[in-house]
């Protein structure tokens, strides 16, 4: 009797059975043997570079400006960055023995300027693989925490375990302003999740050979680690640095002797003191030497004012408004907000001073209701006017209030 000469199934049980010069083949192990194929096609050609169009840095610039409003000067800093990381892999072996280093990158803003943004953007048109790591929850090894060692772990789980397309990738290490030391003052306890793990980072940030444990978690002697050489890595670091103004404004003011100290002074504008950062503020913060020697391109992102705000509400391709006009158009509903009510979501938005996630938390607080009783209606229209989000915001403070 006919029988597939690979799971052993009968010609009956079978939709289809092809018959070969020696043995049989059914539908279903040749749907299984063509998802195998799929699969390893997919992970050879997914990062290969040699078939990748090298945008140029203003083509680069050009795309984070659909997604991410302003911070021209992030971008532009970012776009050099990425450009040449990927000139530095396609680099072909030469005779004059001139290597080009990788430049780190860190960007300082506050909170809610776009820092994790533009790295998720970005990420968007990569060929390399990319991930994003919180510096928060890493500590020194043996402490309770993650190893410095899980950042090359998320690398490698997205390169999908190919090891030769994660040396070539980027990380983008998000709050590393959580790690800087916490005082000078000596203490008997150690800093395990501040200077410990800056010291961890620095083998990382330079280049070398790290043992990586595939699965993330703590190292264990039986646990087969998989070697990952950081050379090519490309390392981004945003951080708030909450209070770094201070430190910039303390040195911009002991700088400043002599006759011209008040023609100095009126030049710097003291709302913006982040554009005037320089490597001995980061010092100042608490990051300590080695790692800002490792980190040589130092940028900024401006604070947001209230156009901007107003541009981030409904500009991008993917802007807050346009969520929620295409979370209600699949109910069957057509969302429209008057432009005074936008108005009004800008102006609380800097008033509770949250940047760009402030925006998104006052929509919700607005919409909750309509999104609540709207699918279960035949509204056809929906009209938010300035009226509505006043009473629903209001409504809001008062119950906070009465909570306190």
Do not use: W
Request: proline share 4%.
């Amino acid at each position: 009797m006919d029988k597939c000469s690979f799971c052993g199934r009968s010609r009956k049980d079978t939709n289809l059975l092809i018959a070969g010069v020696s043995g049989h083949i059914c539908d279903s192990c040749i749907e299984q043997a063509n998802a195998i194929l799929e699969e390893e096609f997919k992970k050879k050609d997914s990062f290969d570079m040699k078939e990748v169009a090298l945008l140029k840095p203003a083509e680069i610039k050009k795309f984070l400006d659909q997604y991410v409003i302003g911070q021209d000067e992030a971008k532009k800093y970012l776009s050099v960055a990425v450009y040449n990381h990927y000139k530095r892999l396609i680099q072909p072996a030469t005779s004059d023995d001139v290597e080009i280093e990788k430049s780190n990158i860190i960007l300082v803003g506050e909170t809610g300027t776009g820092k994790t943004l533009l790295a998720r953007t970005i990420a968007r048109m990569l060929h390399v693989p990319f991930t994003i790591v919180d510096a928060t929850v890493l500590t020194e090894a043996g402490y309770v925490g993650e190893d410095i060692e899980s950042i090359l772990t998320r690398l490698l789980q997205a390169a999908d375990y190919n090891v030769e397309a994660a040396e070539k990738g980027i990380v983008f290490i998000d709050e590393i302003d959580k790690i800087a030391r916490k005082g000078d003052n000596p203490s008997i306890t150690r800093d395990v999740s501040g200077e410990g793990v800056q010291q961890g980072l620095l083998k990382l940030l330079e280049g070398a050979i790290v043992n990586v444990p595939p699965q993330g978690g703590r190292k264990h002697p039986e646990q087969k680690m998989i070697p990952v050489n950081t050379k090519n890595i490309l390392f981004i670091c945003g951080g708030a640095f909450d209070g770094i103004d201070r430190k910039i404004g303390q040195r911009l003011n002991t700088r400043v002797v002599g006759y011209k100290a008040g023609d100095n002074r009126e030049a710097i504008d003291p709302s913006n003191l982040l554009q005037y950062i320089a490597p001995q503020d980061l010092k100042s913060f608490g990051l300590i030497p080695e790692i800002i020697g490792r980190l040589p391109i130092l940028t900024y992102l401006n604070p947001l004012d209230r156009n901007t705000l107003r541009r981030i509400l409904t500009e991008p391709k993917n802007s807050i408004i346009k969520q929620y006009v295409k979370l209600f158009e699949m109910d069957k509903i057509e969302l429209h907000f008057s432009e005074d009510a936008l108005d009004y979501i800008v102006d609380k938005a800097v008033e509770f001073k949250l940047g760009a996630r402030g925006l998104r938390s006052i929509c919700e607080t607005i919409m909750m209701d309509h999104m609540f009783e709207s699918p279960g209606k035949k509204t056809g229209k929906l009209e938010i006017t300035m009226a509505f989000a006043r009473e629903k915001i209001e409504k809001a403070n008062i119950a906070l209030l009465k909570a306190g």
